[in-house]
């Protein structure tokens, strides 16, 4: 027996079916979205780990007074490797990367606009943790990315 239904019910039931479907969808995109950003979370946690690793570099940090510090200490080692004396010597950032130790490559500000990027290795407690000037790069600008060199 079919049984017959006004316009009106039949307006509702189009309507109520339609939000159902629509409902359906927003659910589904909504999970693919939240899927996709778990991805994208893992990889970035991947990444991080991977410029953690034994001879990966970190990524750019601000330096801060323990860079400043490193700095101050090698800062007459930098001026004879450069023939230069320099009025200022300030760490805007570094990197650092593990090896047998840990190699520093420091932004220092060394005047108005001017830049240089530097060099340090700091050996292991065992051994003393000595600070070794390795190299400097002249006529850097705030810009540059501060790579191994």
């Known amino acids: 027996m079919a049984r017959k239904f006004s316009a009106l019910q ?19 995109v909504s999970i693919k979205l939240s899927e996709f950003q778990i991805k994208s979370d893992l990889e970035a946690v991947r990444l991080k780990r991977m ?20 700095l101050d200490k090698t800062k007459a080692g930098f001026e004879d490797e ?7 010597f300030t760490a805007i950032s570094y ?5 047998a130790g840990m190699n520093y490559f420091i932004k220092v500000k060394v005047g108005t606009d001017k830049y ?3 060099k340090v290795f700091k050996s292991l407690p065992h051994a003393g943790e000595t600070l070794e000037v390795k190299n400097i790069q002249l006529n850097k600008s705030l810009e540059d990315d501060i ?3």
């Open 82 to 88: 450069a023939g230069v004396k320099f009025d200022e």
């Open 116 to 118: 240089v990027h530097v």
């Open 10 to 28: 039949s307006a509702a039931v189009i309507v109520f079916l339609s939000l159902s479907l629509s409902i359906r969808v927003s659910q589904s």
């Open 95 to 99: 990197r650092s990367q593990v090896v």
């Open 51 to 70: 410029s953690q690793l034994v001879g990966g570099p970190s990524g750019v940090k601000e330096a801060d007074a323990e860079i400043q510090d490193i």
């Open 147 to 149: 790579s191994n060199f």
